[in-house]
């Protein structure tokens, strides 16, 4: 076991440069089909054929071919919150956040298969300093995301699809004790580094004012570390430090982008997953965010996030922020 993990470890470094790539080429691909949209209509959507039933003079359902449109929805966003004050309830207090995040969605048709490739960027810092914080700039949000899914289009209610997601942090992460005013660094860019490759089910519906996707099936995951181990190591195993980790497990993703009203949108996301070897132990993420446009590039959101992991945490984290903030769609 001890020389299987140690070639793994080997062959990290030849993943990683694989992942690189990976990350390189599919922001090549968005940039170009965003480029490539923009040429020829801002507003082109990709159709994509589903199956409806015609009813005929007998009474017989017939099933033909429509279309439906899948906008490409692509924003980078800078949200800023301030606050200062002095003799107040806690003393004196000052704090500025600064968030940038990038989502990136491309969809295509090829044939009868349903492309989809997502990239999501989070990137904050927290400025809070306080009469006993002797780290005042904190990374708030640290997240980076590819994700590429392929669905066979067959015109059924539910397609089989496969997908590969990968997962990582673009900078240092540290964990803060501010009773003894010390910091812990758990993470950084690559380490670890989480991929993962699921197949199952999707079912899918569009129109012009929603756009939900709920896809279920089974996973494999791999969580590749050098030097910080916490999702790697096994603590059966004490005299060695396993510096990868394999598992299997079944999911359950559910995406929903909507238009509560002219100028407010919604997009939520739910992921659940469960791994073989205790099912009675389930991983819960939620995502929530309503946002309002004010005036021209100018919005406020609304983000309220929940997870649950006990590997991480064995309480339910949850994050609420206000952000306002500048938007830029493409």
Known sequence: MKIFVELLYFKKIKIKFKFCSFICTLLLLSYLTVQVNAQVNPQ???V??????????????????SPISIPNK???SLNFIQSSSNYWYDGENNSLTLKLIARIVDK?????FVLVNRVLLKLGT???KNQSNLYPWRISDNELSLESISVLNLGW??????????????TEIFLFDDETNDRFRIGKLLDPLTIRESAGLRFSDFSDNYDL??????YLEQIFSDEYTDLTDNLETP??????????????ISDLNASLTEIINYTGRIELSSQFRDLTQWKVKIGNEFRAKLWKFIYVSLNVNFVYNIEQNIHTQWQESLNLGITQNF
Do not use: C, H
């Open 44 to 46: 082109d959507k990709v």
């Open 48 to 65: 994509v054929p589903s199956i409806k039933t015609v009813q005929t003079e007998s009474n017989v359902a017939i099933p033909t071919s």
């Open 74 to 76: 692509n924003s980078i």
């Open 108 to 112: 295509s048709k090829i044939d009868n």
């Open 126 to 128: 927290q400025y809070v």
């Open 157 to 170: 209610t539910i397609d089989p699809y496969i997908s590969l997601k990968a997962n990582t942090s673009v």
């Open 213 to 218: 996707d709920v896809r279920s099936g089974f």
């Open 239 to 252: 005299d060695i430090t396993e510096k990868f980790a394999l598992r299997t497990g079944i999911e359950s």
